[in-house]
């Protein structure tokens, strides 16, 4: 299996600021590592690409970067519904998700 | 709009089976892309790839739960099905079904239902 860790666990910020949230992997990933948002009580929603090619249906505040084993989800212009916790997953060997990064206004 | 939904019971016994079935609106199982995939999520913790199956009948399953797992699918019912035998209180999770596809510009679960919880207890 490929270990994804995500850091922080969980952040406090404020409406209108930018957030990074990092996604390491065990081994080089080769293929895109993706991230989700979840709210409490619902299902996970598929967000961005790791390439930075995001679907259509998804904010341009929300971008992700990195390669190799270092993955980064950022947000821009946090609003108030950003609130949620974010997991990345990779698919290079089986699928693995990070244990989640919960974001707090 | 492709839809996925859970069913299956909520209480399960210590030492029995858990079977759920996922129930696929809007996209066939057959879709060449998809890999109709479980996850599950035990209380406030992190998400745990189970299992997929694809149209063809290719399976994959997570090291961890291999042992005790099964998935089926059921093309003429648009629907797939989990089995966790000897479950335990460890088992005690929200289970999701997902699509996974496998397009080279996805490679993501980019539809899911909306869980179904399940406690094990006596």
């Given amino acids: 299996d490929i270990q994804m860790t995500q850091s922080p666990s969980s952040l406090s910020a404020s409406v209108g600021d930018t957030v990074t949230i990092s996604c390491r992997a065990s081994d080089t990933i080769i293929n895109s590592v993706h991230w989700y948002q979840q709210k409490p009580g619902g299902a996970p929603k598929f967000l961005v690409l790791s390439n930075a090619r995001f679907k259509t249906a998804v904010p341009s505040r929300f971008s992700g970067g990195g390669g190799g084993t270092e993955f980064t989800l950022t947000i821009d212009s946090l609003q108030i519904d950003d609130c949620a916790t974010y997991f990345c997953q990779q698919s290079d060997r089986l699928w693995t998700f990070g244990q989640g990064t919960r974001i707090e206004i | ?122």
């Fill in chain 2, 1 to 122: 709009q492709m839809r996925l939904q859970e069913s299956g019971p909520r209480l399960v016994r210590p030492s029995e089976t858990l079977t759920l079935t996922c129930t696929v609106s809007g996209e066939s199982l057959t879709s060449i892309p998809s890999y109709w995939t479980w996850i599950r999520q035990p209380p406030g913790k992190g998400l745990e790839f189970i299992a997929n199956i694809y149209h063809r009948g290719d399976t994959y399953f997570s090291p961890s739960l291999k042992s005790r797992v099964s998935i089926s699918a059921d093309t003429s019912k648009n629907q797939f099905s989990l089995k966790l035998k000897s479950v335990t209180a460890a088992d005690t999770a929200t289970y999701f079904c997902a699509r996974y596809d496998s397009s080279a510009d996805s490679l993501a679960f980019d539809f899911w239902g909306p869980g179904i919880p399940v406690t094990v207890s006596s």
